[in-house]
């Protein structure tokens, strides 16, 4: 009975998950032509836009409105890759941390900003930075 209902709960979870999405074929002709090397592509709707999962030269996520418009893009760094102040500031701020994730995003107005995601004991600890390494206040 047990593996009953966890096959169930499973199989609905998994249901939830893969839903299609139907994106309009403007924005997935934008998506192409920007990213042409682009693969394993995965889309969901956020709110009137639309969010593309892909791999390229490492995992990263891009936004396009509904006519297909690119937004932004958000690509997985490593941590090294941080600028010098932001790297400073996380160090004189935490003792003891770890990055579990950095990304760098770009806007279609040009400007470049950072997130990252630290573990600081058990918490997570997010921050954002401008592209010289200042923190974001939000």
Known sequence: MKML???MVLMFA???FAQDVNVPQTVKAAFEEK???AENAVWKKVK????????MDSKSQAYFSADGKWLKTAVVIFEEDLPEAALDFIADKYDEFEVK???EVTTHKGSISYNVVLLVGDEKVKHSFTEEGEVIEK
């Open 35 to 37: 990213y042409p090397d």
């Open 14 to 16: 998994t249901i939830g």
């Open 48 to 55: 009137e836009n639309y969010q593309v999962q892909f791999e």
């Open 101 to 103: 994730q950095a990304q």
């Open 5 to 7: 209902i966890i096959s």
